[in-house]
């Protein structure tokens, strides 16, 4: 790893295990775009932020209740500087690093809520994150009846098209729970987003930036027995055999009687012979 990317990580690391509530989230994002981009000035790619904020903020005013705000907010970001969800190239690793978010334009639900919440925060309208299943929302931190879909250009959603909208992305059999729709806090967010990029990173078989993605995750939650297994398959798949076993080890002895333990004892095996035959 670059010096650069490596201080970004370490920073990373130091800001997590703080207190939650003194997680700072969007330069947390930023510091993991800066471990693949080591040219990225956190600092400066940060700063956009305030200055996409300034326009906005010379058209509020006290007079103006929080639905008018809120519907300025969503009105400057998503139709007069053109943030969308990027449904053409959805798995584009991008959507998911915030400088190139806060540069093209371009996201996915979570990132995309980011930025607003990120906006709005400059200039006095409080968003909330909305961890809902399989798709990101936000909602106004005292109206929160108010609830936008970032990736749709900042929609407003009833509460009745959340349960139609949780109905298309967890099957029409599942039942919609109000809770789903509860603020999501800095930690959480952060493994939303992490997850999505390990997602990505395997998709595109790119193992290494998987892996340490998956460190990122156990850092958040280190009992997480799914991520040390992850661990445990990523390291065995990039050359870290001896490590990778003894995740895989640890995870068979933590989660008893898994449903893929025959699975997972079949790639120890293996993994053990392929070492015997390597060494």
Do not use: W
């Not at 800095?186 to 790119?206: A, D, G, W």
């Not at 958040?220 to 003894?246: C, F, Y």
């Not at 995740?247 to 699975?263: C, V």
């Amino acid at each position: 790893m670059k010096p650069n990317a490596q201080r970004a990580c370490e920073e990373f690391t130091r800001m997590v295990l703080q207190p939650e509530e003194r997680i700072d989230l969007a330069r947390a994002a930023m510091l993991i775009a800066a471990e693949f981009e080591p040219e990225l000035c956190v600092e400066r790619a940060l700063a956009r932020f305030d200055q996409l904020a300034e326009p906005l903020a010379r058209r509020l005013s006290p007079a103006q209740d929080d639905f008018q705000q809120a519907m300025l907010l969503t009105e400057y970001l998503f139709h007069e500087l053109g943030f969308r969800g990027n449904e053409e190239d959805y798995y584009d690793c991008r959507n998911s690093l915030l400088n190139h978010v806060i540069e093209r334009r371009l996201g996915i639900p979570i990132s995309l809520s980011l930025v607003m919440m990120e906006i709005g925060a400059r200039v006095g309208i409080p968003i909330e994150g909305i961890g809902f299943p399989g798709h990101f929302l936000v909602r106004h931190g005292r109206q929160r009846s108010l609830i936008f879909d970032p990736f749709h250009r900042g929609e407003l959603l009833t509460l009745t098209e959340c349960a139609e909208l949780f109905a298309r992305v967890a099957g029409s059999e599942a039942g919609f729970d109000p809770k789903y729709l509860a603020p999501a806090g800095p930690q959480e967010i952060l493994v939303r987003l992490i997850t999505n990029l390990k997602s990505l990173f395997v998709r595109h078989n790119q193992l290494a930036e998987a892996l340490r993605m998956v460190d990122k995750l156990l850092l958040l939650h280190p009992d997480d027995a799914q991520n040390l297994r992850d661990r445990g398959l990523l390291k065995v798949q990039t050359g870290e055999v001896g490590s990778g076993i003894a995740d895989l080890e640890t995870y068979l002895e933590s989660e008893p009687e898994p449903a893929d333990q025959q699975t997972v004892e079949a790639l120890i095996a293996r993994a053990r012979e392929d070492q015997s035959t390597i060494h």
